[in-house]
């Protein structure tokens, strides 16, 4: 099965610096790759996703990268502010089939005003 | 639109007892896909239900079994409760095999 790795496991900024989150996968035919933003009391929501002929994507503020050689992907979230607080979490599909996920262990990101 | 619906939200049962979760998936998401998430740690697969098929079940003992109905709703059923079993029980429906859709879901203690 896939094997997913995310780091940090908590991440502290002030308000409108930059946010990293990267996370490690183990099986080269994984295709698919969502980041999720789990706010208390609620399930994870999609909030970007990249599939694997595509390097980059943006959304506002926020944007995927991939390296699909070093088998990684990172979430970037600029000029952050007090709402971006949450856990984030990666995710790779089984099989290529996201409904058969394995997700990280999630980073609590912590927005300073 | 509605979103995906679980019920219960919050269930307390004891030790040994069963439950039954519920779940009904955004209209139209014919798959839906159970997970268990353990306080800090993310969500861990536990089901997939595509057309009332079994699509794929994770590492989980054979207490937890689930269904899907023709109109798409499913349940998780976990019989002779654990401690462990305590969780957030999170419901996930997708029109494709990508973009999953979570419920907020169930949270479950086991006294």
């Known amino acids: 099965g896939e094997n997913v790795e995310q780091h940090p496991s908590t991440l502290s900024v002030q308000e409108g610096d930059s946010a990293v989150i990267k996370c490690t996968y183990s099986?080269?035919?994984?295709?698919?790759f969502p980041w999720y933003k789990q706010e208390l009391g609620k399930g994870p929501q999609l909030i970007i996703d990249?599939?694997?002929?595509?390097g980059e994507k943006k959304d506002q503020r926020i944007a995927v990268t991939l390296n699909k050689t070093a088998k990684h992907f990172s979430l970037h979230i600029t000029e952050t502010q007090p709402e971006d607080s949450a856990v984030y979490f990666c995710?790779?599909?089984?099989?290529?089939?996201?409904?058969?996920?394995?997700f990280g262990d999630g980073t609590t990101l912590t927005v300073k005003p | 639109d509605a979103g995906v619906t679980q019920s219960p939200t919050h269930l307390i049962k004891t030790r040994g007892q069963h439950v039954t979760l519920r779940c009904s998936p955004i209209?139209?998401?014919?798959?839906v896909s159970w997970y268990q998430q353990v306080l800090g740690q993310g969500p861990q697969f536990i089901f997939q239900?595509?057309?009332?098929?079994?699509?794929g079940r994770g590492n989980f003992p054979d207490r937890f079994s689930a269904r899907q109905f023709p109109n798409y709703s499913s349940e998780l059923n976990v019989n002779a409760l654990l401690l462990g079993d305590s969780a957030l029980y999170l419901c996930?429906?997708?029109?494709?095999?990508?973009?999953?859709?979570f419920g907020s879901g169930t949270q479950l203690s086991v006294l």
């Open positions: 995710a790779a599909p089984y099989n290529t089939n996201a409904g058969k996920s394995t």
């Open positions: 996930a429906s997708s029109l494709v095999s990508e973009k999953l859709f």
């Open positions: 239900y595509y057309e009332k098929e079994e699509r």
């Open positions: 209209s139209g998401h014919k798959s």
């Open positions: 099986d080269s035919a994984s295709n698919y």
């Open positions: 990249i599939r694997s002929n595509v």
